[in-house]
Each structure stands twice: as C-alpha cells, then as structure tokens.
C-alpha cells in the first residue's frame, strides 16, 4: 500500500463524513492520473476527432 493510503486511512478511521469526502479526493486524482496518462501516449495535444459540417 501506498504511503498516501495509510495517511489516509488513519485520518477516516472513525470519521464517515471525512471518508466519503476522501474517497471525492481519491477520485478526482485517479481521474487526473487517468488524463495525464492519455496526454503522455498521444500528447497534450490530442483531441477527440470532430464531425465537420461540411
């Protein structure tokens, strides 16, 4: 387990308001880890291809 994770774990131990809210956390930095790893396989450039009008 990660560092990160048994800091964690410490904080919510009796506390559910602080884990649900931790959890929101550990979302939003899987999702960030999750962007950050398509932008270094396609680079921070890469768009979704988009329907032209013509």
Do not use: H
Request: charged letters at 25%; proline letters at 4%; hydrophobic letters at 45%.
């Amino acid at each position: 387990m990660r560092q990160e994770g048994k800091i964690l774990g410490l904080i919510v131990k009796n506390l559910p308001w602080t884990q649900i809210f931790c959890q929101y956390i550990a979302l939003i930095y899987v999702l960030d880890q999750a962007v950050k790893d398509i932008e270094s396989q396609f680079g921070k450039e890469f768009k979704l291809p988009m329907k032209r009008d013509s």
